[in-house]
């Protein structure tokens, strides 16, 4: 296993500082059971006085779905660890738990579901628009472009890769749209646009401002539809989240130019902004940048970090569908941040130059990666390929 040898390289084990606890997004007692109140929140409450007794053996920790377990282990330094035992488990969840609530997430441009589970674990999940080896119409605009369920599944993976661990955990999965969703939502705006197509599958497509008409249904056959099951984040009333916006986003307008587009020296003006003028907020911006250039992502217009830990902290990479829509075009664009401030993170660079050696290479490791996926293959091999080359242009 290339992907093993991989995180057992020296450069994966490099320790992260000690994590105190206020360093720890959440800090709990051990000793103490969490259940979680009834009202369908996702609000977990202490129930000491209830429950002091657990099952022998076990401790409080113990006792956690594996979407509580994750969210405890958030720190300053990581959303989840490098050797994470409760991995494999959380993405089993993710791909196989009962889905006992869907509703359509509000805002965004295009549809997507919030999905519950019995354990009181959620998801976003976001379904197939387009097959693996459809690639993005060249005419069409970055923002205008469609998100695609592999894309989320694939990134989560590179993220990890790259050893950034920014993503929240994301998995494939197989619906089944009667049972799953129509049957079961409480959403009576996306409940009325279910409908059974000329075909016999049964179709439906959700209110949003774009791809949100009979014209671009989602359909299963009959009724199985593949999506991204992402891990959702604690919930913003426990966990305050800061959102960003990007100084290098683009402008969003068919004609218009954003500022670093045209002046080559934009970067010594944001070097100058708080807070990319101290600590390493710049280096992780450009962390992202290479995430998004080698998976073709041009639509990272704003970005997120825990409210908690200040400017001291990484970014969170969420919201990756418009990666991976084509393979056969390098955008350079991307990587603007990286070619006008010419720095980056001596470990993200060694790391980058290990997975273009042979044993490590990068496609491979990915590929080994996605293997494991319930819908895999998540990615065309053309999309692996240019991984490589991309990295290349990076180097």
């Known amino acids: 296993s290339k992907l093993a040898a991989l995180f057992e390289h020296p450069l994966y084990k490099v320790p992260i500082p000690e994590v105190t606890d206020g360093d720890k997004l959440f800090v709990v007692n051990p000793m103490e059971k969490f259940s979680l109140k009834s009202s369908g929140s996702d609000e977990w409450v ?57 509703v359509q997430k509000s805002g965004g ?123 959702l984040l604690p919930d913003k009333s426990l966990a305050k989240r800061r959102s960003w916006r990007s100084p290098w986003r683009r402008s969003y307008h068919k004609s218009k130019k954003a500022e670093w587009e045209l002046n080559p020296n934009y970067c010594a003006q944001v070097k100058e902004t708080p807070p990319y003028n101290s600590g390493h907020r710049l280096l992780d911006l450009i962390d992202m940048t290479v995430l998004d250039f080698l998976m073709g992502n041009m639509d990272r217009h704003h970005y997120e970090t825990f409210e908690k830990f200040g400017n001291d902290t990484f970014l969170l990479h969420l919201d990756n569908g418009r990666g991976f829509g084509t393979h056969s075009h390098d955008e350079m664009s991307i990587l603007a941040p990286l070619q006008q401030c010419c720095r980056i993170k001596k470990s993200t660079y060694l790391r980058l130059r290990l997975l273009a050696t042979e044993p490590y290479r990068l496609s491979d490791v990915l590929r080994e990666a996605l293997a494991s996926d319930r819908l895999a293959p998540v990615l065309a091999e053309a999309h692996l390929r240019a991984l490589d080359r991309r990295l290349a242009t990076v180097l």
């Open 46 to 102: 202490s129930n000491s006085k209830a429950e002091m007794v657990l099952p022998t053996g076990k401790t409080a920790y113990d006792t956690y779905p594996s979407w509580l377990k994750f969210h405890v282990g958030i720190n300053r330094y990581e959303l989840y660890p490098r050797q994470d035992p409760l991995m494999p488990a959380l993405l089993k969840d993710l791909a196989t738990l009962k889905i006992v609530s869907s």
């Open 109 to 231: 441009t295009q549809l997507k579901l919030i999905m519950t589970f019995p354990n009181y674990g959620q998801a976003l999940f976001k379904p197939m628009k387009q097959t693996r080896d459809q690639e993005t119409p060249v005419d069409f605009f970055y923002f205008s472009d469609f998100e695609r369920h592999n894309a989320e599944i694939a990134a989560f993976h590179l993220d990890r890769i790259l050893d950034f661990r920014r993503i929240p955990p994301v998995s494939g999965r197989l619906v089944n749209i009667t049972q799953e969703i129509r049957d079961i939502t409480t959403d009576k705006k996306l409940a009325k646009t279910f409908f059974i197509s000329p075909a016999g599958n049964v179709c439906f497509y959700g209110e949003c401002s774009y791809y949100c008409s009979t014209e671009h249904a989602l359909c299963g056959k009959p009724d199985q539809l593949e999506g991204s099951m992402a891990a």
